[in-house]
């Protein structure tokens, strides 16, 4: 990690529109180039040199992803006034939570000099990445893989592979994406936890649907697992796409059984599990697994294969187009009751039975009483985990989406008071020094925890 934490990443040549220095009317800005210290934290900096007196110095930023609403952050850097100026600030992930390596981070300035005359500088980008690792990027078919261990064989095999996953599961489900997903392949899952700040002890991938970003650790010799868990996070992150909105909850027995059934179905040693449960009646109700899986690993397994059994009934008994109907009218607000009503015509219970008659199960015990709703207690933060043990990897079992949202709800765009591609420069009176504005971000809580709670998609 002390490697890491001493890396400063000049990240010019990741810098999406850079430029060394550029002149917008009267100002001149300079060094308008982020550091990077990959994955502890980000140091916007600028140097503005103006005819007029510069008396403040208000930085936006804000993180390429789907939000609900407009979500931009400011920070208030330190200056001394002065017709030339420094500015930088500094985003600490460890306070906030980190950003998934290979999001895309925005940032612009205000200036404002002694009359009060603004000047917005162009919106520049920066991917937040680690440059320790020697990233190798395979494009096509709406899949950006990026790799750097294992040569460059394994990394084609891989892509290739996303391509048709994806493509299967655009045929089998009709999920597709709308724009190319970014895989970033770290060499094993050390790299990768080393590279996410704040996760739990999980292995296997994360899906980040809202930044159309997926990572996994691979070493070289787990090429299948490598492989269905590609398929299995590429699945969340086109669930993600299709369902998102702010008011939509997927339960997890739709949101993993769509991913185990984009794998292809459960591995053999699951399967047997399951068609054990499925003899012994020891199948767990429907209702149980809407929301977070057991931490109990023996229960796990069977969790995720019998969603997997719930999704494969839902799509080959009634098609495509409802399972679609379904996600959507859970993206638009109904609850999972309502959704299945509406696309099925049976509430959970009918599910169930249906389900149960499906694959040849017992009916479920009570079922010719009247069912009591008991709401199911779906948990925020689903902490299972499972080690990766042995010389045979474990089926991934992906952690919650973890998009930390660190920055805050700005107030509308209106407090911008110019385009922010377009600079004008201002005309001239005397300067007037101001003290030091003290920088604090805006941080709403509320809104972090929000956004945070609705992006943690997977168990
Ligand atoms: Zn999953």
């Not at 320790?132 to 096509?140: A, I, L, P």
């Not at 796990?300 to 019998?306: L, R």
């Not at 948990?379 to 660190?406: L, M, N």
Request: aromatic share 10%.
């Amino acid at each position: 990690m002390s490697r890491r934490c001493l890396l400063l990443l000049l990240i010019a040549a990741l810098l999406i529109t850079a430029l060394p220095a550029y002149a917008q009317g009267t100002i001149t800005v300079s060094n308008d180039q982020p550091l990077l210290e990959f994955p502890d934290r980000l140091t916007f900096r600028a140097k503005f040199q103006n005819d007029r007196p510069i008396e403040k110095v208000v930085l936006e930023y804000g993180v390429d992803q789907w939000t609900c609403g407009t979500v931009i952050a400011k920070a208030f850097p330190e200056i001394e006034p002065g017709n030339e100026v420094a500015a930088d600030w500094t985003w600490e992930m460890k306070q906030s939570g980190s950003q998934p390596p290979g999001s895309k981070i925005w940032w612009r300035w205000h200036i404002f000099d002694d009359q009060g005359q603004e000047i917005v500088t162009n919106r520049k980008e920066v991917v937040w990445l680690d440059d320790q690792h020697d990233w190798q990027t395979e494009s096509g078919g709406d899949i950006n893989l990026h790799w750097y261990d294992g040569g460059s064989s394994f990394g084609r095999e891989l892509h290739k592979s996303a391509v048709e996953s994806l493509t299967n599961l655009g045929e089998v489900t009709g999920l597709r994406t709308d724009k190319p997903i970014d895989l970033y392949i770290y060499g094993d899952t050390a790299d990768m936890r080393d590279a996410v700040l704040y996760e739990p002890g999980w292995t296997g991938g994360l899906a980040y649907s809202d930044h159309n970003i997926v990572i996994i650790g691979i070493t070289p010799d787990q090429m299948d697992w490598g492989k269905r868990t590609q398929a299995h996070e590429l699945t969340h992150v086109l669930v993600g796409q299709l369902t998102f909105s702010c008011l939509s909850y997927i339960p997890t027995w739709l949101q993993e059984g769509l991913a185990v059934f984009g794998e292809g179905g459960p591995d053999e040693p699951s399967q047997e599990q399951f068609d054990e449960a499925l003899k012994v009646d020891t199948l767990v109700p429907v209702r149980s697994l809407s929301g977070g899986f057991s931490e109990d690993p023996a229960k796990v397994d069977i969790s995720y294969t019998q969603s997997y059994s719930l999704v494969k009934f839902l799509i080959e008994q009634y098609g495509q187009d409802k399972m679609l109907d379904f996600l959507r009218t859970l993206r638009d607000g109904a609850t999972v009751e309502e959704a299945l009503q509406q696309a099925y015509g049976f509430d959970i219970e009918g599910f169930e039975d249906a389900w149960r008659a499906g694959i040849g199960a017992q009916p479920r015990s009570g079922s010719a009483a009247k069912p009591t709703l008991v709401p199911t207690i779906v948990p925020t933060f689903a902490p299972a985990s499972i080690s990766i043990a042995g010389p045979t990897p474990a089926p991934a079992r992906e952690r919650p989406t973890p998009t930390p949202i660190v920055i805050a709800q700005a107030g509308e765009p209106a407090t911008v008071s110019a385009p922010a591609a377009e600079s004008t420069s201002t005309d001239s009176t005397p300067i007037i020094m101001i003290g030091v504005v003290a920088a604090i971000v805006i941080l709403f809580v509320a809104v972090f925890i929000f956004v945070r709670r609705k992006q943690r998609i997977d168990v």
